[in-house]
């Protein structure tokens, strides 16, 4: 009993939105700047991913609400924004081609809310189980497989869309159809995508002639001058309002009840769904942590995002998770605390109750050239450029996902991949049991780089920090590695000895480049050394030393002990 209460105790605190709560305060003025900004820009993208949806585009609007309140308020990342994302947004889609009703397969809208708010639930129990954390153990070519395919899966499904055609019901029918699509497209309907994509494109360039229009995101100029161009050329071309059918408020509001007594036929969709939104989540919520040199609560957050589905399933809202370009926006204009999601969401709540009219005019083709670029910016153009370099394994494992993913599941490509990744590195894998976090890093005294004759307390107290990794440096162990440094006490210079690192897979070079590069971001001075030949040449080949700089590798005892000798003013004799 005692155990049972200690669990529900710990797990209340873990998910308790109090803290959320206390930090409103903190950064108001900039957080309702950069919420309302983030709103704008939420707007195109909301319309958008219900459009792919299937569920119609006020439905997108309704979970970037919910996401953004509700996740917000719940959330365990402080500046993270949550709403509709490509990849939930396609995993629905294909959903919604078993969920139809009647000979015009048309969407079957409880069953939708159902799997939703179902997928909500789901959510919140694994946050209780405090299993989300493993996330950081996802091998990055999953992660690329992923993003690409989900990239390539975006701009086929919208390519019907922007040339003014029927969108076709799923991947299969739209590459089948190819053919057709491109022999009967609508040329007024290219009248409206084609400039926006040229917008899109080219908007940083315009911005830097013209310096006002720096405070409009490209996706809200592409919608007014999208919008502008269908209204006053009056053109024949699908529109929003032709599926909202009208923006009257009875539309506008819906509350979907689930239905419970087809459980069955929901669990296994909306368990996937509840697996894509702690991946897209928590991925989104890595990004973050790098860019504020903060780290989330991994259980929190999946608990957030349970709340925010459950009441997007309620509310008739698309699946939610945390979107890693609306995070990205938010940190960018000066978020700090959840108070800027939550003004988010009330922004595309009184843009819905006062605009709902000009939303109906908005051209499908439009939202299709912001999904288009969406499309190609979610791609991973890190492992793009290097695909040919990368190590064997890590490439069947990209190629795999990233197949899967497109022409059959986008939860299956990620198991599929993950378990290949961790068959291929089963001897690796002993060595995730055989470490502690206190063999990574450690101070000056005791290591090879400990000057002699010098007192070892005095020496442990300088700003000098050794992150020493032992084994294999792959997917399966940076995580501990990562966390080991982000507990270390302050310094000024950082050494990587790589002596014991026997080899090096995608993921941990990243892993590792990432650490590096943010670490010489806090004016950290890097210097890496002992690597082994092996590692060394697969380092190359992934740009590793070109991407921190050449004066910051491969440095040697002699060359960095008369820096430290410098530096701290220490008397030893260098030749002893």
């Known amino acids: 009993m005692n155990r049972i209460l200690f669990f529900l105790k710990s797990n209340l605190e873990e998910i308790n939105p109090r803290s959320n709560i206390s930090s409103l305060g903190i950064n108001v003025k900039g957080d309702i700047l950069a919420g309302i900004t983030v709103g704008i820009i939420a707007l195109p993208l909301a319309l958008a991913f219900g459009e792919i949806s299937r569920l119609g585009p006020i439905a997108g609007i309704w979970g970037a609400i919910a996401g953004g309140l509700v996740g917000g308020l719940f959330g365990g990342c402080m500046v993270g924004v949550s709403g509709p994302t490509a990849p939930k947004a396609a995993q629905i889609a294909a959903f919604m081609s078993f969920f139809v009703i009647g000979e015009l397969n048309n969407p079957d809208l409880v069953a939708a809310f159902s799997i ?62 190819m053919s057709y699509t491109f022999q009967n497209y609508n040329t007024e309907a290219l009248m409206v995508s084609l400039p926006c994509l040229l917008i899109l494109f080219l908007w940083p360039f315009i911005v830097k002639k013209i310096e006002r229009l720096g405070t409009i995101p490209s996706p809200l100029a592409a919608l007014i001058v999208g919008t502008s161009i269908a209204y006053f050329m009056n053109l024949n071309i699908p529109y929003i309002g032709d599926k909202m059918g009208s923006a009257s408020e009875s539309k506008v509001f819906s509350f979907y009840i689930p239905d419970f007594s087809r459980i069955k036929e929901f669990f296994f969709p909306a368990l996937a769904l509840a697996g894509l939104a702690i991946l897209d989540s928590l991925l989104s919520c890595k990004v973050a942590d790098n860019l504020t040199s903060t780290r989330h609560s991994s259980d929190r957050e999946t608990f957030g995002q349970g709340m925010a589905n459950m009441v997007a399933g309620l509310f008739g809202g698309v699946t939610t998770a945390t979107a890693t370009m609306r995070t990205v926006a938010n940190i960018k204009f000066g978020a700090k605390t959840p108070l800027a999601s939550i003004v988010h969401g009330l922004t595309l709540l009184a843009i819905l109750l006062g605009l709902g009219s000009l939303v109906a005019i908005i051209p499908t083709a439009c939202l299709a050239a912001i999904l288009f670029k969406v499309g190609i910016e979610i791609m991973d153009y890190r492992i793009l450029p290097v695909l040919k370099k990368i190590p064997t394994t890590d490439l069947l494992v990209f190629i795999t996902v990233l197949l899967v993913t497109i022409f059959e599941d986008l939860m299956v490509a990620i198991a599929i991949g993950t378990i290949f990744a961790i068959v291929s590195s089963s001897n690796e894998m002993k060595s995730v049991f055989n470490f502690s976090s206190k063999n990574f890093v450690s101070g000056l005294a005791e290591t090879e780089f400990a000057p002699k004759n010098c007192d070892k307390k005095h020496l442990n107290n300088l700003p000098v920090r050794i992150l020493k990794p032992k084994g294999p440096l792959f997917f399966g162990n940076i995580e501990s590695m990562i966390k080991s440094y982000s507990l270390a006490d302050d310094h000024e210079i950082l050494i990587v000895d790589l002596s014991n690192v026997s080899m090096v897979d995608l993921t941990g070079a990243y892993a590792l480049e990432d650490l590096i590069k943010n670490s010489m971001k806090k004016n950290i001075e890097v210097f890496i050394s002992g690597i082994d030949l092996r590692v060394e040449k697969t380092l190359q080949k992934l740009n590793f030393i070109e991407n921190i700089g050449l004066n910051n590798f491969n440095n040697s005892k002699i060359s960095i002990l008369p820096i430290l000798k410098k530096r701290y003013n220490l008397s030893f004799d260098f030749k002893a």
């Open 116 to 177: 939703i708010f179902l997928s909500g639930l789901i959510l919140v129990g694994v946050s209780l189980l405090k299993i989300s954390r493993f996330i950081h153990y996802t091998p990055y070519p999953v992660i690329a497989g992923f993003m690409c395919g989900i990239g390539v899966i975006v701009i086929l499904t919208q390519l019907n869309s922007f040339v003014g055609l029927e969108v076709q019901s799923n991947i299969h029918n739209v590459i089948l159809n």
